[in-house]
């Protein structure tokens, strides 16, 4: 089945105490992202990344570290959480068409509290 | 940069009553443009799509007519279901300027709750 998982699905840490939020697909998509989702504000895109190796900030990278070693995996790194990082988390992924007209799959969420 | 404006929530609407949410967009270049749905507890999965103006994206009994001269993208449904209680997010797919590359931007999602 295509899908892209996420794992954990819940997290609770406290401030200080990194972590990482993985996200693998199974379809061989090369472009892949990460959003975050919080009330009244949509959802945001924290950092993406078009292929190996190549990544790049979203709108709200601050905090946040990615890395893409495999085409499949891209996790997410939170290396010093704070407080204001406690969101809901989705990972995406895409195959990429040139006239930008792909649509992304979403995982089913990480739900991260930072105490 | 690209950006959405789309109706605020959140809609509460007897079952088979009439939907329109509302989007606007302004995108550079020539977007396509997405509606996605987000059910309770799940992640976002897409709805429908329109890749040109005046094509019409339908699914489940959802449309949504691409109007380039409006930059508008509203989602409709004659006649909604209990089971269509959801976040629907209206989406552009752009050219980033300073990328260069095709980003996807989000509105912020409008709740609709559907009563028996």
């Known amino acids: 089945e295509a899908q892209v998982t996420q794992n954990p699905r819940y997290l609770i840490t406290v401030t200080g105490k990194k972590l990482t939020v993985t996200c693998s697909q199974n379809m061989n998509h090369e472009y892949m992202s990460w959003y975050r989702q919080d009330p009244g504000l949509g959802l945001r895109q924290i950092y993406y990344s078009m292929n190996v190796e190549v990544t790049d900030k979203g709108d709200v990278p601050e905090g946040y570290k990615v890395s893409r070693k495999e085409k499949r995996n891209f996790p997410l790194i939170l290396e010093s959480p704070s407080p204001n990082q406690t969101s809901l988390y989705f990972c995406?992924?895409?195959?990429?068409?040139?006239?930008?007209?792909?649509?992304?799959?979403f995982g089913p969420g990480t739900r991260l509290t930072v105490t | 940069g690209n950006s959405v404006t789309q109706m605020e929530g959140p809609v509460t609407l007897s079952e088979e009553a009439f939907l329109t949410i509302n989007c606007t967009y302004t995108?550079?270049?020539?977007?396509?443009l997405f509606w996605y749905v987000q059910y309770p507890g799940e992640g976002l999965q897409l709805l429908l799509k329109?890749?040109?103006?005046?094509d019409k994206g339908s699914n489940k009994g959802f449309e949504a007519t691409y109007r380039k001269e409006t930059t508008s993208f509203h989602l409709e449904k004659g006649s909604v279901q209990v089971s269509d209680s959801a976040v629907y997010f209206c989406?552009?797919?752009?050219?980033?300027?300073?990328?260069?590359?095709?980003?996807?931007?989000f509105g912020k999602g409008t709740k609709l709750s559907v009563i028996p």
């Open positions: 989406a552009p797919s752009g050219r980033d300027s300073g990328a260069g590359s095709y980003q996807l931007t």
């Open positions: 995108a550079t270049g020539y977007p396509s």
């Open positions: 995406a992924s895409s195959l990429r068409r040139g006239q930008g007209s792909y649509e992304q799959y």
């Open positions: 329109a890749t040109k103006a005046d």
